[in-house]
């Protein structure tokens, strides 16, 4: 039985995906190293980390409305570049301004482009069928890209020296883009396929509109309803506890208690490993189970995790770090394709893009959390209370997920030469979401 050609194309997404994430998650092991080196504070490092988590949200509804317009395979194989530029520069530098300029605005405008937007647009369009197992998949290749990269990184940051792990990264950029080029394919009718699941193939026009200006358009539309801000506020304490504080800051806390820092890089990525379980496990379960329930209970859970974490660092791995690890792995980012599915579930056609502003909110809450903790650290000499109110905020965010309405899908705004990749159900799609749900 010959191979569906959608699993090519998410094929090579996971492998753009996987680099995106470590691509991102380099700054982590960088901060010891450049705090030796340059004397720099933990704050001012964060400084840059924060401008890189903020673009690589607030780019990703951009994006999304660009692979619209121009198509995913140039978007994919711009932002790869954009990030080898970003990486490759840093090694010129001697001054932290041109460290939030190389890996805050360069790195995060291009990691930004290949967001989980990305994701919500390729199985939009390739699949029907398989469309929650392949989003967890997808969403899983960013904890498989943090598992590859970031022992290498740590391990070539404390050897060679961190100059040589940016241009590892650089490198790695570089070799993803012609992968893209020659196998990413935008629509399935351009390779005169279906969508997996699908049973017609047709080739929408690019949409008449800017994309900068449908992006914007999308946003108005949504921020008139209840479930956007819900998603929003909820999606932005998720950045909050994971990307903003855990991805920055577990590896320095770890070492402020005296573990070496390969070793805390070498748990960090233990996290992905579980979480690729998790996330593809969430992503099975949101095509048979109320997504809001989902997030409700996996907010819940990290928050509890959360605040027993201060009380288990210490300088060697003991068992009940390992239990966190693996209970906090599970968990990471499993709230993505639950919140992948509410998206399409109520905005319709424009849940992509949708997806693309609540995931600006996750990254603004990560750079929140990114500086917060690194000044908490800073005045305080600790990171204690930066746990502690994430696990609080975590609580809120279930409460705020179980309060999303479960009525029935309210269809997203038509604009001109937009679609949802493959029809579903043959919903209308031209109505405007329901203020009342």
Known sequence: MKLHRAWLVAGVAFVAIIGAAGFRATPGVLITPLEEEFGWSTGEISLAVSVNLVLYGLTAPFAAALMDRFGMRRVVSAALTLVALGSGLTVFMGASWQLVLCWGLLVGLGTGSMALVFVATVTDRWFVRHRGIVTGILTAAGATGQLVFLPLLAWLAEGPGWRIASLTVTGAALLVVP?????????????????????????????????????????????????????????????????????????????????????????????????????????????????????????????????????????????????????????????????????????????????????????????????????????????????????????????????????????GIRHAGTHDGAPAGGQDRTRRPSRAS
């Not at 399935?188 to 914007?216: H, M």
Request: proline share 6%; with cysteine; hydrophobic share 50%.
């Open 179 to 411: 992968l893209v080029w020659v196998f990413l394919r935008d629509h399935p009718a351009d390779v005169g396929t279906t969508a997996l699941g699908a049973t017609t193939s047709f080739r929408p026009e690019p949409p008449k509109v800017n994309a900068a200006v449908r992006a914007l358009t999308v946003l108005r539309s949504a921020a008139g309803t209840r479930p956007f801000w819900f998603l929003a506020g909820g999606f932005a304490i998720c950045g909050a506890s994971t990307n903003g504080l855990v991805g920055t800051h577990f590896i320095p806390a770890a070492h402020d208690h005296g573990m070496p820092q390969a070793t805390a890089a070498g748990l960090l990525a233990l996290v992905g490993i579980f979480d690729v379980v998790g996330t593809v496990a969430s992503g099975w379960l949101s095509d048979k189970v109320d997504p809001k329930v989902l997030l409700g209970v996996y907010y819940a859970l990290r928050g509890l995790s959360l605040m027993v974490l201060p009380g288990l660092f210490a300088a060697t791995t003991e068992p009940s770090m390992l239990l966190f690890i693996i209970f906090y792995g599970l968990d990471w980012v499993a709230t993505v394709p639950p919140t992948v599915a509410l998206c399409r579930k109520i905005y319709g056609s424009d849940g992509a893009v949708v997806f693309g502003w609540v995931f600006a909110s996750h990254q603004v809450g990560a750079a929140v959390a990114a500086v917060g903790a690194g000044l908490t650290r800073d005045h305080m000499g600790a990171y204690d209370l930066a746990w502690y109110v994430a696990g609080a905020l975590c609580l809120l965010a279930a409460g705020m997920s179980v309060a999303i309405s479960s009525r029935s899908p309210q269809p």
